[in-house]
């Protein structure tokens, strides 16, 4: 889990369970994105709520899920200059 803290120490994450963050303060928890089917049974990643894109489709959650995962990695957890 990598967790990112900005200068007024404010801690960004992708939420998992490999850390209890209620031992850095109390949590602040709000959705970055949703994986869901589409009417074809293709999957996509939205990360609209983060001010990202679409992606997919993708024949499996699970490749959805890593899509998801990789994107908000490299553009939304990563610092900011």
Same mark, same amino acid.
């Given at each position: 889990?990598?967790? *990112? ?12 369970? @490999? ?7 109390r949590? *602040? ?5 949703? *994986?869901?089917?589409?009417?074809a049974?293709?999957?996509? @990643? ?6 990202g ?16 995962? @990789?994107?908000?990695d ?8």
């Open positions: 889990m990598t967790l *990112v803290v900005d200068r007024r120490g404010l801690v960004r994450c992708v939420y998992g369970e @490999a850390l209890d963050l209620a031992a850095l303060g949590p *602040v928890i709000t959705r970055a994105s949703r *994986v869901e089917p589409d009417r049974g293709r999957w996509h @990643a939205d990360l609209r709520p983060v001010g894109p679409v992606l997919g489709p993708f024949a499996r959650r699970s490749e959805a899920l890593a899509a998801e995962s @990789a994107w908000l490299a553009n939304w957890l990563a610092p900011r200059p």
